[in-house]
């Protein structure tokens, strides 16, 4: 029996980070509206995936626009971001103080928490009626300000709706040859027979 010939193989696959992780956000948000028990879990993970997201893609456009972006890379996402629009000439007409930009702000926040996660002791010292109702409150967790936010799908898509409304803004005002926003990236793969020596 003689043996098979040898193929050189050749593979290569450009990754996109970003596009990688907006993908993920959105499928955990979708499983968690679909299946709610557990869901606020899903609404975590999706807020946070889409807070990596927008991270990732500054460094994407960074990377393409600073031949120094190795050195920028220590900037907080809120410095990258500042940079980033005054150098590609992005401008948000309501500011910081309304959505998109309000959001992106919360949203970095909470990734922060997340990320950087301590445990606390909650307690809220109050008088109540003690009636009928009381035993229904006693029942009620107490939730941090990070839990209230996942408690519904609210916080993670208005997060995505305005992540993407920031960086389709940043995408549009790019010069460099760019990828359509949130395609993942290409591949490519071959094989040739090797020469026999």
Same mark, same amino acid.
């Given at each position: 029996?003689?043996?098979?010939?040898?193929?050189?193989?050749?593979?290569?696959?450009?990754?996109?980070?970003?596009?990688?992780?907006?993908?993920?956000?959105?499928?955990?948000?979708?499983?968690?509206?679909?299946?709610?028990?557990?869901?606020?879990?899903?609404?975590?993970?999706?807020?946070?995936?889409?807070?990596?997201?927008?991270?990732?893609?500054?460094?994407?456009?960074?990377?393409?626009?600073?031949?120094?972006?190795? =050195? +920028?890379?220590?900037?907080?996402? !809120?410095?990258?971001?500042?940079? @980033?629009?005054?150098? #590609? /000439? %992005?401008?948000?007409?309501?500011?910081?103080?309304?959505?998109?930009?309000?959001?992106?702000?919360?949203?970095?926040?909470?990734?922060?928490?997340?990320?950087?996660?301590?445990?606390? =002791? +909650?307690?809220?010292?109050?008088? !109540?009626?003690?009636?009928?109702? @009381?035993?229904?409150? #006693? /029942? %009620?967790?107490?939730?941090?300000?990070?839990?209230?936010?996942?408690?519904?799908?609210?916080?993670?898509?208005?997060?995505?709706?305005?992540?993407?409304?920031?960086?389709?803004?940043?995408?549009?005002?790019?010069?460099?040859?760019?990828?359509?926003?949130?395609?993942?990236?290409?591949?490519?793969?071959?094989?040739?027979?090797?020469?026999?020596?």
């Amino acid at each position: 029996m003689s043996k098979p010939p040898k193929a050189v193989v050749t593979k290569a696959r450009t990754v996109r980070t970003y596009s990688e992780l907006w993908h993920a956000s959105g499928y955990v948000l979708k499983v968690g509206v679909e299946q709610p028990t557990g869901s606020s879990w899903q609404f975590l993970s999706s807020a946070v995936l889409t807070a990596f997201t927008f991270e990732a893609y500054l460094n994407h456009v960074g990377q393409r626009t600073f031949k120094c972006w190795s =050195e +920028l890379d220590r900037l907080s996402p !809120r410095a990258k971001l500042e940079l @980033l629009c005054e150098t #590609l /000439g %992005v401008s948000f007409p309501h500011g910081a103080g309304s959505r998109p930009l309000q959001t992106v702000a919360k949203l970095l926040d909470f990734r922060n928490t997340i990320a950087h996660g301590r445990s606390v =002791e +909650l307690e809220i010292p109050e008088e !109540r009626d003690a009636d009928d109702r @009381l035993d229904a409150y #006693l /029942g %009620v967790r107490l939730k941090t300000d990070w839990e209230m936010l996942i408690q519904d799908k609210d916080f993670a898509e208005r997060a995505r709706e305005d992540v993407k409304a920031v960086l389709t803004r940043m995408h549009a005002a790019r010069t460099d040859e760019k990828e359509g926003l949130f395609t993942h990236g290409l591949a490519r793969h071959q094989a040739t027979v090797a020469k026999e020596p």
